[in-house]
């Protein structure tokens, strides 16, 4: 069984290396589609973008609630959620893009013609849209930072182009596409879950580093054989990080740890593409290129 598919990973990588090129351009061809219609190229939550959160210490059915709302509020971004502790609902939190005290009144009344509330049941949180906006660009400006800082460092400890660029096209390829599937599902991006992008950042370097530095610094056996050597360990890797990043998604009920935990799951998925397809893939191509353009050197020195 492993056979087969080692002969098709050695003969077909440069066919296989089609597959990451392709879902990079679907990724970022979704991005453009969204910025392009809904001014942002990413679904942003209250706080990124700005907006109310109303905090109703009652146990209430969210869905209920949150269907009362959507029925007198047609079109609006409003979102219900449970807070829970131990597993127990404790709250429920209605988000929305209400930043006036009016706006934020209309919605009170609203949710008082479903349930009793008095002014002590509930708490008012507001996040202005300049604030989220500041805090949006400087999270990005962040990103942009760890994104420079790990080119360097790479290129440092590589000292050639080509293998630093495909470990730099690899933690890209991840961002960029994980984001595209995170907008498709329809998340809406809170900044917990940029800090779950600058952990993916981190995997994915983890596991290309480990490939690079097997294929590029060891000359044990073939190309091939390191390649599937540091296979074995960067697999070995991945899966035990995807159990506990499942168990956390299956078992969690804070929706900041769901969206963390979905991030890395989907980013954690689509590494496994970049790294073994298109960041061995570009590794091998080099060294052919490199082990032929030394062989006609020494061809015409002999």
């Known amino acids: 069984m492993l056979k087969p598919l080692k002969n098709i990973y050695d003969k077909h990588y440069k066919k296989l290396f089609i597959i990451p090129i392709l879902l990079l351009v ?163 991006l809170s900044s917990a879950g940029i800090a779950a992008f600058l952990m993916l950042i981190g995997y994915s370097v983890d596991t290309d580093i480990l490939l690079s530095t097997r294929v590029l610094k060891r000359k044990q056996g073939s190309v091939l054989d390191r390649i599937f050597n540091a296979m074995k360990t960067g697999l070995t890797m991945t899966a035990s990080t995807l159990v506990a990043v499942t168990l956390a998604l299956i078992f969690a009920q804070s929706p900041v740890i769901k969206q963390i935990m979905t991030i890395l799951l989907i980013g954690l998925l689509i590494d496994l593409i970049n790294t073994w397809l298109q960041n061995t893939a570009i590794l091998r191509y080099y060294l052919e290129k490199k082990n032929k353009h030394q062989h006609h050197e020494s061809s015409q020195n002999s």
């Open 26 to 188: 679907l990724a970022l061809a979704q991005i453009a589609f969204q910025t392009a219609t809904t001014g942002d190229f990413v679904n942003k939550g209250i706080s990124l973008k700005g907006g109310s959160a109303i905090t109703i210490n009652k146990k209430i059915d969210p869905l209920e609630l949150e269907n009362h709302l959507n029925q007198n509020f047609q079109g609006a971004e409003l979102t219900v959620r449970s807070l829970t502790e131990a597993g127990i609902q404790t709250a429920v939190t209605v988000e929305s893009s209400a930043q006036t005290k009016e706006e934020i009144a209309v919605i009170i009344t609203k949710i008082k013609q479903k349930i009793n509330l008095e002014q002590e049941d509930y708490t008012v949180e507001i996040v202005g849209a300049s604030l989220g906006e500041s805090f949006f660009k400087q999270t990005l400006f962040a990103v942009f930072i760890a994104f420079i800082l790990m080119g360097i460092v790479v290129f440092i400890y590589f000292r050639t182009i080509a293998p630093s660029l495909a470990v730099i096209l690899a933690a890209f390829s991840d961002i960029v596409i994980t984001l595209a599937i995170f907008n498709l599902i329809g998340f809406k």
